[in-house]
């Protein structure tokens, strides 16, 4: 399929035959998220394949009983992985860039401007900002499986709505999902995809007009 195609079939599809999902099919879809690109290429996600079925009921269960989560043969949990930002794993992301010659700058630079640059340096603005830009990269790597999933003739619903960190909901179940799922302290389950073979044809969802979101040179002047 093109990936134009793919792009312009995507709807969330929130019903699903209950058909396993071939691994080597899976696998793509997880490939396309790990070869997504990332802030100094720190690449902070996990993804878990949760296939049991007493999981996935207590995942629906974060999720306010959204059934799509407990219906579909696979879930992916999404994790954001804020230990990526740490330092010493922030310099060595940094110098596979120098490494590599996108960036062209001996090492003190690294440790001595980079590092401690708020523009640069995500660590350096705190929690909020980590956070924010933790769920920015997770949403290219699930923006890349969601195409991938397309691409496959499979369907899929992001489901970001459930209690977690973020929410501070539902503490205890969320605390026995994680170490079930052995998610360490310093990750974050953000992001659920529920995956299947599509048992719906929804209607494509109205988007804002062209020219209502895009401008050329200025706000306001068409493309
Ligand atoms: C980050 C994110 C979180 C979402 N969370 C949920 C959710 O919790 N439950 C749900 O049913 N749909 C969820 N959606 C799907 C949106 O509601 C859906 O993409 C939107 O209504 C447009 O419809 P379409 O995807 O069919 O084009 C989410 C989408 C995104 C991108």
Redesign the pocket.
């Known amino acids: 399929m093109e990936v134009t195609d793919a792009i312009n079939t ?3 599809i ?1 019903k699903y035959k209950s058909q396993p999902i071939p691994d080597e099919t899976l696998r793509k879809i997880l490939e396309a998220g790990r070869r997504a690109p990332s802030w100094e290429n720190v690449q902070p996600w996990h993804f878990i394949v949760i296939e049991d079925a007493d999981i996935k009921e207590k995942l629906s269960r974060l ?1 306010s009983g ?1 059934k ?1 989560v407990k219906q579909a043969p696979v879930v992916i949990g999404v994790c954001g992985d804020l230990s990526a930002w740490d330092k010493p794993k922030n310099r060595e992301a940094l110098m596979e860039l120098v490494q590599s010659g996108v960036i062209n700058v001996p090492e003190e630079v690294i440790d001595n401007v980079f590092l401690k640059d708020p523009v640069f340096c995500v660590a350096e603005n705190g929690p909020a900002i980590i956070l924010s830009r933790t769920f920015e990269q997770l ?1 290219i790597a ?1 923006a890349f499986m969601a195409i991938e999933a397309v691409n496959q003739g499979l369907g899929m ?6 209690a977690n960190e973020i929410t501070q909901a539902q503490k205890k179940l969320y605390q026995e999902i994680k170490t079930t799922l052995g998610i360490p302290e310093k990750m974050y389950l953000l ?1 659920l995809l529920t995956i299947g073979v599509p048992d719906e044809e ?1 209607k ?2 109205p ?1 804002k007009l062209f020219d209502t979101v895009v401008s050329r040179g200025k706000v306001g002047h068409k493309f």
């Open positions: 995507w709807r969330s929130r999720a959204q799509q949403g699930y619903c992001i489901v970001g709505a459930f992001c929804p494509s969802r988007r």
